[in-house]
């Protein structure tokens, strides 16, 4: 969840990316549509490596990092990164507050837009989600078949706490990201969106309207879609009804 920095956070995030954090990782500023690149990328291969913001341990600054461009696997969508936010949650990484492989690459707020697909992905994965889909996606990444994703309860997915948040991984127990200049294996937190290109399980992908800017947008698979839930279900709040949020912070405000 995403939720108020204090100001010992803020001055991690002034030293643990520059610009690149500051910008929220933020590759354009416009919703405009990037489909004739994309598409371009799809047939010529797009390029063989990428950028990404690595945690190596707390109390060190995160470092910019070339990787090998991440390949998705069936089910799985390569995405370009437009823009993702800091969690509070992140920092909690950063900080050591949270135990977490690491080498790894932090960033679960995303916006972006589709590249490619993992070979043998479902047709109607790729209808769905084609290339050149304007996307945001959730911090919380379903498999949809354990037995919580089957009662529709995807926030207690087995699969992704087993083997995102134990091991840094996805769901066939590896990571999609590894360094250029020594195939290092990277961790992966959520998709570890701070990098100009992720790899995302489709179960956690929805299509972001074009009228929607990337920036602004990239909080509603973590603090909006937190906040709803908690009134819309646990709550079962209705147009209408009166509230008190107590504690307002990331999610209270949203």
Request: glycine share 12%.
């Amino acid at each position: 969840m995403a939720m108020s920095a204090s100001s010992s956070s803020h001055a991690l995030l002034r030293r643990i990316g520059g610009a690149l954090l500051r910008r929220s990782f933020s590759a354009s500023a416009s919703a405009g549509s990037d489909s004739a690149a994309a598409a371009g990328y799809h047939v010529a291969g797009g390029p063989s490596y990428m950028r990404g913001a690595v945690f190596w341990e707390p109390g060190r600054p995160l470092t910019l990092e070339e990787f090998q461009m991440p390949r998705p696997k069936a089910g799985e969508l390569l995405i370009k990164t437009k823009a993702c936010g800091v969690c509070h949650s992140d920092l909690h990484v950063m900080k050591g507050e949270i135990p977490f492989s690491s080498p790894c690459v932090v960033g679960h707020e995303i916006t972006g837009e589709v590249v490619d697909h993992g070979t043998h992905t479902p047709i109607e994965i790729i209808n769905r989600l084609p290339i050149g889909s304007h996307v945001v996606g959730a911090f919380i990444m379903p498999c949809g078949n354990c037995f919580y994703c089957v009662k529709g309860q995807e926030d207690l997915c087995e699969s992704f706490f087993a083997y995102n948040r134990a091991k840094g991984t996805l769901y066939d127990g590896e990571t999609r990201l590894f360094l250029r200049s020594n195939g290092k294996p990277v961790y992966m937190y959520s998709m570890g969106g701070l990098a100009e290109y992720c790899v995302v399980p489709a179960n956690a992908l929805a299509v972001l309207p074009h009228s929607l800017p990337y920036t602004e947008s990239a909080i509603l698979g973590c603090a909006v879609f937190t906040a709803y839930g908690a009134l819309r279900h646990s709550a079962e709040m209705r147009a209408g009804d009166s509230v008190a949020v107590i504690g307002v912070g990331g999610v209270g405000s949203r």
